[in-house]
């Protein structure tokens, strides 16, 4: 399962604080790795004690050797580079894009996330609506960066994303009220509801 291109231009990530790090070790944001994602990460020498199911889970994450909170650990806070880059899982290349039910959990969504900041400033904020008491709705991207969203949408509602996807429901979070919703996605959305 491949989502390229990077939206977010390599050294917008290189700067920023946000990605690949987490206030708590249980956060509900650690990237999701598959059973091939888990295989991958381990020739690049991750330790297998950070996961828990080799078919399927959550990475678990390592107090901040020099600062607060957590890091996945693939994550070099001294470069602000990740150790899997190249084999990164698919949740962390979607990423500021992100895949959710909706409420009544009936609709699969694809949205994108304010707190990334490179989004957010493109949208014309500079404090997530999280902060500010706004309704995510409110926010829009530019033409240029919906344009790469419709193509990160079409890999989405593609033959074999969408089989990988069903393979592994767990990528499609629960309704989060602080992104900002683009478009359901009904091939998905049939997909997941009717498995083949
Ligand atoms: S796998 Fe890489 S990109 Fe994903 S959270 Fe870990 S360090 Fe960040």
Known sequence: MMIKPQIVPSEECLRCDVCCRFPEANSFLRPYFTEKEIRQALLYGIDPIHFSDQAGCQIAVVPHPAGEGFLCPAFNHETHQCRLYQVRPFDCQLYPFALMWNVERDTVLFAWDPK????????????PPMWLDIDPA????????????HM???RLESEDTIA??????????????????LKPLPRLTAALRDPL
């Not at 990528?171 to 919703?181: G, M, S």
């Open 152 to 154: 990160v949408e079409l």
């Open 116 to 127: 990334c900041p490179y989004l957010l400033a493109q949208s014309g904020e500079d404090m």
């Open 138 to 149: 409110s926010l829009a991207l530019p033409a240029s960066l919906l344009e790469q969203a």
């Open 164 to 181: 990988s996807l069903v393979a592994h429901p767990r990528l499609i979070t629960d309704f989060q009220p602080d992104i900002v919703i």
